[in-house]
């Protein structure tokens, strides 16, 4: 590698923004959401009166505000959330979930909101005189093809309850209600605004998330609650173009090489090397769909001397070469 490229780079977007000193001060968890761009799909209100239930298919994400009532939400994974007003339900990975009332017959959402939904009224109606649920629904995706991994091992659901006392309590109601009231007026620019609602409703769940969950339900995320691979893991995101050995990244989390290796492998869900290899990876998969550089350039500054060993290592983490994705 060359001097230039041991050139400190906190980040390889920022790098491309010119400014640094700004992306320096960037905790990672931000840098790996940098990389996930939402768009928003649909935001709907719902009053639901007992018995009741509804069926999403996979595809995209959703997320619930329960308002009033209550609700049993079912991952198709077999985990089980009793929700109450004031919760906040997020499925991050699209893989489809149904909510309700015990023993209700599930109806298809699709056809619920196909059947209800109108421009001038963006609202779902079942029933009219059992106990009431009322709540706030939106639909999103993560764009583009290279999702960070990491994200597979999100929970199925991430449930923020309304009486969990944390600085953010309040935002909850207001970002509901912003959202709805963009999606029912729909001015210049209201899809983006959308988007980016949504966007910030589902990475400040993450990061209540994060904070408040017990350990075994983090994931990788566990590792930003453990000082010392913490440590380790900011200075793979602050120069992610270094190659460091793992001695040398078990020194800065003071600990031993066997020892640090293990609980690395443990938290993150992958080795210290294989983690730092797909970060920087991760990184110039980015670089490629958002700039002009030549693929050889990114190669260079990613830490590859050659543009054949950067091209398998690609299509190692990609299954596809860097040609396909600057050609998309």
Known sequence: ???????????????????????????????????????????????????????????????????EGELLLAAQDGKVVHALAGDLLVMPQGTGHAIGTPGASPAEARDVLAAQLRDDSLAIHIGDSGPCTRMITGAFRFEGDNIPSMLAVLPSVIHIPGSLETEDKGWLEVQARSLLSEARTPHPGAAIMISRLIDVMVIRA???????????????????ADARISRALKVIHDEPFLRRTVAELAGMAGMSRSNFAERFSTLVGAGPLHYQTRWRLLLASDMLRRSDILVSEVARRVGYESDAAFSRAFKAQFGMPPTTVRGN
């Not at 920022?14 to 700004?22: H, K, Q, R, Y």
Request: glycine share 6%; charged share 20%; aromatic share 10%.
């Open 1 to 67: 590698m060359t001097s230039h490229d041991r050139v400190s780079q906190p980040h390889a977007l920022a790098s491309e923004t010119g400014f640094p000193a700004l992306a320096s001060r960037t905790d990672f968890l931000s840098q790996i959401l940098t990389l996930i761009r939402l768009r928003g799909e649909v935001v709907f209100s719902a009053e639901l009166h007992a018995p009741w239930a509804l069926r999403f298919e996979p595809g995209s994400g959703y997320f619930h505000v329960v308002s």
């Open 206 to 224: 993450m990061r209540i998330w994060v904070r408040t969950a017990p350990p075994e339900e983090k994931g990788w995320l566990a590792a930003l």
